[in-house]
T-cell receptor, first 113, second 109 residues
Framework: EPEVTQTPSHQVTQMGQEVILRCVPISNHLYFYWYRQILGQKVEFLVSFYNNEISEKSEIFDDQFSVERPDGSNFTLKIRSTKLEDSAMYFC???????????FGDGTRLSIL | RKEVEQDPGPFNVPEGATVAFNCTYSNSASQSFFWYRQDCRKEPKLLMSVYSSGNEDGRFTAQLNRASQYISLLIRDSKLSDSATYLCVGVYNNNDMRFGAGTRLTVKP
């Protein structure tokens, strides 16, 4: 069964540094998403991406965050200047259409020191 | 505010029991709903979609009540492997998926 893959599985970064989280969505999916889950808290929507542009973003997704689809397969989340509170599990997801269920990658654990 | 509310539990039930979770949503414009399951420190995995007509998948039954703005999940004949956190999800604006905080279920022998 095709799956969403994320790398790295764990990223440790110093506060203030930039970090890029990578995702390869399922190949025939058109919508891509990033979520985060702080330990012990709920899954929070960050951003959705369709047709090479952001289609929705939450209040969490501020100017520190950006997303990109640099080629036909990768979908990246960049955090420009990381803060301690950015420590969380980041999930990438994709779906064939917007209202269809999303398939999640197994996440990148981001630890900010 | 687009919110999905769930009873966090925990629900502790014996094997073989029937257990039901409810979830309420505040935005009537929500277009579709799903139940996801999340094991500890793992990604959410789709359990089933939720339709107004109700849908069943083996031991699992999901129901949507638009008039009262709630979604339910019924698990019959609980197995140990059903132990997980169950996430209620509503979709807004075509692709803004909002998760509830999850209901934790532990099935005991």
């Amino acid at each position: 069964e095709p799956e969403v893959t994320q790398t790295p599985s764990h990223q440790v970064t110093q506060m203030g540094q930039e970090v890029i989280l990578r995702c390869v969505p399922i190949s025939n999916h058109l919508y891509f998403y990033w979520y985060r889950q702080i330990l012990g808290q709920k899954v929070e929507f960050l951003v959705s991406f369709y047709n090479n542009e952001i289609s929705e973003k939450s209040e969490i997704f501020d100017d520190q965050f950006s997303v990109e689809r640099p080629d036909g397969s990768n979908f990246t989340l960049k955090i420009r200047s990381t803060k301690l509170e950015d420590s969380a599990m980041y999930f990438c997801a994709s779906s064939p259409q917007g209202v269809q269920p999303q398939h999640f990658g197994d996440g990148t654990r981001l630890s900010i020191l | 505010r687009k919110e999905v509310e769930q009873d966090p539990g925990p629900f502790n039930v014996p094997e073989g029991a029937t257990v039901a979770f409810n979830c309420t949503y505040s935005n009537s414009a929500s277009q579709s709903f799903f139940w996801y399951r999340q094991d500890c420190r793992k990604e959410p995995k789709l359990l089933m979609s939720v339709y107004s007509s109700g849908n069943e998948d083996g031991r699992f039954t999901a129901q949507l009540n638009r008039a009262s703005q709630y979604i339910s999940l019924l698990i019959r004949d609980s197995k140990l492997s059903d132990s997980a956190t169950y996430l209620c999800v509503g979709v807004y604006n075509n692709n803004d998926m909002r998760f509830g905080a999850g209901t934790r279920l532990t099935v005991k022998p």
